[in-house]
């Protein structure tokens, strides 16, 4: 046996006989999920990855307005919804204008106001998963807000309240990353 195989048999038998350890050792609060619904939920954590990368693309590039319907129509609450109506080719104003109505439909304690019974992935999730859920999609509307905010000529007082808006959603992530493991 060459000392390449022998190299690569040790590092295979290390990796096997680690990975037990580092999962007993992982102190997060396991979500178990459903099958499908843990599918449905990684795809779209992986998503959130994907647009968190468009966003800082549109940051850099100075398109503001990009930035805040990635951030309120694909990240913020309801954007389950928006997807929907994309697929729909319903244009942005359309989408914009119906987020308008079901703020003001939360607002009045309709629509929105499941706390995690409606027809969402939050019914299968503990409350305090959930409501880290609920910051991530709160400081995508407050993005959202902050990058709608900014006038044609941004100053650098713009783009540091957009990436400090931005810095609390990847904060909102990365919090329920450390306190969460989904099985």
């Given at each position: 046996?060459?000392?390449?195989?022998?190299?690569?048999?040790s590092?295979?038998?290390?990796?096997?006989?680690?990975?037990?350890?580092?999962?007993?050792?992982?102190?997060?609060?396991?979500?178990?999920?459903?099958?499908?619904?843990?599918?449905?939920?990684?795809?779209?954590?992986?998503?959130?990855?994907?647009?968190?990368?468009?966003?800082?693309?549109?940051?850099?590039?100075?398109?503001?307005?990009?930035?805040?319907?990635?951030?309120?129509?694909?990240?913020?609450?309801?954007?389950?919804?928006?997807?929907?109506?994309?697929?729909?080719?319903?244009?942005?104003?359309?989408?914009?204008?119906?987020?308008?109505?079901?703020?003001?439909?939360?607002?009045?304690?309709?629509?929105?106001?499941?706390?995690?019974?409606?027809?969402?992935?939050?019914?299968?999730?503990?409350?305090?998963?959930?409501?880290?859920?609920?910051?991530l999609?709160?400081?995508?509307?407050?993005?959202a807000?902050?990058?709608?905010?900014?006038?044609?000529?941004?100053?650098?007082?713009?783009?540091?309240?957009?990436?400090?808006?931005?810095?609390?959603?990847?904060?909102?992530?990365?919090?329920?990353?450390?306190?969460?493991?989904?099985?």
């Amino acid at each position: 046996m060459n000392i390449r195989n022998l190299a690569l048999i040790s590092c295979f038998v290390a990796l096997v006989a680690y990975t037990p350890s580092a999962i007993a050792d992982d102190a997060r609060e396991l979500v178990k999920l459903p099958v499908q619904v843990k599918e449905k939920f990684l795809t779209e954590m992986r998503g959130n990855l994907m647009k968190l990368e468009d966003i800082m693309a549109a940051i850099a590039d100075g398109k503001f307005n990009e930035v805040a319907n990635i951030a309120d129509l694909k990240m913020g609450f309801g954007h389950g919804q928006m997807e929907q109506m994309a697929k729909a080719n319903k244009s942005t104003e359309e989408m914009l204008a119906r987020k308008k109505e079901m703020r003001r439909m939360g607002q009045r304690g309709g629509h929105g106001q499941g706390q995690g019974q409606g027809m969402g992935m939050g019914r299968f999730m503990p409350e305090n998963f959930r409501s880290m859920g609920q910051n991530l999609h709160q400081a995508s509307e407050d993005l959202a807000a902050k990058a709608r905010a900014v006038g044609q000529n941004p100053s650098v007082k713009d783009y540091q309240a957009v990436v400090r808006a931005l810095e609390n959603v990847s904060n909102a992530c990365t919090s329920c990353h450390q306190a969460f493991r989904v099985n």
